[in-house]
């Protein structure tokens, strides 16, 4: 079997293949093909479109003769046969631009999506929300200009700390933040970091609200429309020798 580009680099006004056919193009017949010699009123040149598996959609302005392996159907296209679609497979597939091959071929309409249903939609609204709660849309304050945040763990082991140093006698802690050190007063640290203590609270609490109300939605639309990033608290702003900002 002769290869098509050796075949086909013989022939004049050859065009290319797309896998988009709902372009102007796309058809067995098309206007934006014309033989320009002769009058205006010649019939615009026929063309023939072919689907191959290694190949795709493949637009041709002529049929191809017994060189080709030529085929019909979709067991013809899964040997890697070239399959002249009709019109009304062209039609189809301009309909459907996501249709796989056996369904262009087959014509068989592609499986609707099933809508989801109230509770999919439900978790899905509930896994957004807990997405935000833990980005630093809500995880995070401000340190000396920073924006910096600590976990739960992170907090309660430094308040243990801090207050062993404080009763130890000591004034002062360091503070580490990735490779930042900063050194900070032991009553102004339990102050903040009570502070930061609080406001993870309250951002766990509103959390915890916007899930319970989402859960008692009652419609998709409801569900789909609720704004949970409202509600949270204000963003702590601090300073290592001032506190917590008003």
């Not at 041709?60 to 002249?84: A, R």
């Not at 796989?100 to 939609?121: A, F, Q, Y």
Request: net charge negative; hydrophobic share 30%; proline share 4%.
């Amino acid at each position: 079997m002769a290869e098509l580009k050796s075949n086909i680099d013989d022939e004049k006004d050859v065009l290319t293949g797309s896998e988009n056919l709902g372009s102007s193009s796309m058809g067995t017949e098309s206007s934006d093909v014309t033989n320009t010699e002769g009058s205006d009123s010649e019939e615009p040149a026929k063309i023939y479109t072919y689907l191959k598996r290694d190949s795709g959609y493949v637009e041709l302005n002529f049929m191809l003769d017994e060189n080709y392996v030529t085929g019909s159907t979709y067991e013809d296209y899964l040997v890697n046969k070239w399959v002249l679609l009709t019109n009304e497979m062209v039609e189809f597939k301009k309909n459907h631009p996501s249709a796989s091959p056996r369904e262009v071929i087959n014509m068989i309409e592609p499986p609707k999506p099933t809508p989801p249903s109230l509770n999919e939609v439900k978790s899905r609204k509930i896994s957004e929300i807990t997405q935000y709660d833990l980005s630093p849309s809500v995880n995070s304050f401000r340190l000396n200009g920073m924006d910096v945040w600590l976990d739960k763990d992170t907090r309660v082991g430094l308040m243990n700390s801090i207050n062993i140093e404080k009763n130890a006698g000591r004034s002062e802690t360091t503070l580490w933040l990735g490779a930042v050190s900063l050194t900070i007063n032991c009553d102004l640290a339990i102050e903040m970091l009570s502070a930061l203590e609080l406001y993870a609270l309250a951002c766990y609490n509103k959390t915890a609200e916007h899930k319970n109300i989402v859960n008692n939605l009652e419609t998709i639309k409801e569900v789909e429309d609720y704004d949970y990033k409202i509600g949270y608290p204000e963003k702590l702003n601090m300073s290592t020798t001032s506190g917590v900002s008003e």
